[in-house]
DNA sequence: CGGTTTTCGTTACAAATTGTCATAAAGTCT
DNA sequence: AGACTTTATGACAATTTGTAACGAAAACCG
């Protein structure tokens, strides 16, 4: 089932039957991660873990039926990246992979690097991740929210990118979102409402239906 | 039978009535994709496409009586690209070899490579990847939703080609589209509305019945 | 601490977008 | 021309997004 939602997900997947099955699909494949479960027939799910964990950097993540907290601390204490206790929807499972492979290539999906004065120019308007501000065209100071500019900068970051709702909470806060969650989108219509100049026909934050948001100025780094 | 079809559609076909047949051909021909039977007489398919899998990058799309989901997890698994179970239609196998070649040639149908300010001019037309937006000869903009954005976009990245509807399907959304599917059409037609003078007789967006449609604007980027 | 003020998640409803269907129109073939 | 396919397009329903409003939680402030 995991292996059906994922391949039409655009994923290549690859399943094993035991530790040793595993342990041969990593050195053909070499998997960008790696989801197991804790309870496996016959062998200790936790000291395999431990064991690609020695040998690999490959992300891991661990399933397991019982939600102790316990189980939670000793899968992430022996190197998992992530844990999810059964049941779980999938796209939960499908928001920490993606958590997972961000941290994991931080090149693929990183803010730019970090030089200069972490000032972001777009259209005259100028982000500072480090004063936390931002300044209009007329360098008047446009006072923003915490999480307005944690939104703001997690786009503007990766300008022309569409980013979907999940990464943006996750870019945002930390931790992935609920099924039917409209907190991004009243993020961006309160950020809307003080950066463009038509919130109703947007040209810096634009949205891509399915998906999630865009920036779309044009950005110049300085 | 797949012979015939393929070839009249274009393509430069093989057949290889065991393994070895199949490795020597490999050698000689460089295929850029095998399509190969699980069910072989006498041999063990799986092996076989192992094996294939282990010396080359070609892709590999598998077909099998079962319907089974093992068969198709054991399928990827190996490293096939992807997977159809019989009976299929032949243009359901012809859109995912489709989907496989594009995926593997990315210069042959990848847009161009982002440089400047991807931004593609036609008929004095100015229409912005980046900014997600479309301006008329004169500079005004004119509102595209998502999904026209996006299906202008795959055609006019490609001037001069006819693209079948599911490819477009495939380049606008992802995934493949059902079989008596409408969708590509209206959206065509949403689309021409906006930017033809004269919907009836298009001049930018062409159809080309029984296939899919063409971008026939004069483009020239910059 | 108690009282204020902000901020933000949630909900509800409006607006926009898009898939589907039905029907008309256009194209193809004999 | 007639029969049959394929495409165009308006209408409509389902889905997705925008946004105002409300109240809980957090931050602020003596």
Redesign the pocket.
């Known amino acids: 089932m995991l292996s059906r939602y994922f391949t039409d997900e655009g994923y290549r997947v690859s399943t094993a039957e035991s530790g040793d099955e595993l342990r041969d699909r990593m050195r053909r494949e070499e998997p960008d991660i790696v989801l197991m479960d804790l309870m496996l027939p016959g062998e200790d799910g936790l000291q395999l873990a431990r064991d690609i964990r020695a040998h690999s950097d490959v992300g891991i993540i661990m399933i397991t039926g019982r939600s102790d907290v316990v189980d939670r601390i000793v899968g992430l204490e022996i190197g998992a990246d992530d844990y999810i206790a059964k049941p779980f929807n999938l796209r939960e499972l499908h928001a920490r992979i993606k958590t997972v492979l961000r941290r994991l290539r931080p090149n693929h999906d990183a803010p730019e690097p970090k030089q200069a004065e972490n000032l972001i120019c777009f259209e005259g308007w100028r982000l500072s991740a480090e004063r936390r501000e931002l300044r209009d065209p007329a360098g008047r100071e446009v006072?923003l929210?915490?999480?307005?500019f944690d939104l703001l900068l997690a786009l503007a970051q990766r300008p022309g990118r569409v980013i979907d709702r999940d990464t943006l909470m996750d870019l945002t806060?930390g931790r992935g979102?609920?099924a039917?969650?409209?907190?991004i989108?009243?993020?961006?219509?309160?950020l809307?409402?003080k950066i463009e100049t038509a919130?109703?026909k947007?040209t810096l934050i634009k949205?891509?239906?399915?998906?999630?948001y865009v920036f779309t100025g044009q950005v110049s780094r300085g």
């Open positions: 006072p929210t915490t999480g307005e806060r979102r609920e039917f969650d409209r907190t989108d009243a993020q961006v219509a309160r809307r409402k919130p109703h947007p949205s891509v239906r399915g998906v999630g």
